[in-house]
């Protein structure tokens, strides 16, 4: 179905979503830092990120701003989720082209993830078949 990269350091947060979409058909791949991430954007392709907004090292949103700026990566839905974050960061996260953003508590939020996960690897398939 399809490919997603999660990028985030939280190994508890990426175990679960992993099997999330892993046990609906999907293949993840998981990084846990941005500067990873971009290494292995281009050989990846993936059909859609879900992005911790509270990494370290690089900027999380500077990193959605740079996958946006890439031409092959430009239309890669985004999903970014934080358990905190204020009214700033959602709004620059979502004016550099985040599908969505969500804050939640870390449960809610992996729940959160999934359920846009399933929406939007659905609207895929729709969209090829």
Do not use: C
């Not at 004016?95 to 939640?104: C, K, T």
Request: proline letters at 5%; a negative charge; glycine letters at 6%.
């Amino acid at each position: 179905m399809a490919n997603v990269l999660i990028i985030d350091d939280d190994k508890p947060q990426t175990d679960a979503l992993e099997r999330m979409l892993e046990w609906a058909g999907h293949h993840a791949f998981v990084v846990r830092d941005g500067r990873t991430a971009l290494a292995l954007l281009d050989g990846l392709r993936p059909d859609m990120i879900v992005l911790d907004a509270a990494m370290p090292g690089i900027d999380a949103l500077d990193l959605l701003r740079t996958i946006r700026r890439h031409p092959a990566h430009s239309n890669v839905p985004v999903f970014v989720y934080s358990t905190h974050a204020d009214p700033e960061t959602i709004e620059r996260a979502l004016s550099y082209g985040a599908e969505e953003f969500v804050v939640a508590p870390r449960r809610t939020s992996v729940g959160r993830a999934g359920e846009w996960i399933r929406q939007m690897t659905n609207e895929q398939v729709e969209m090829t078949n």
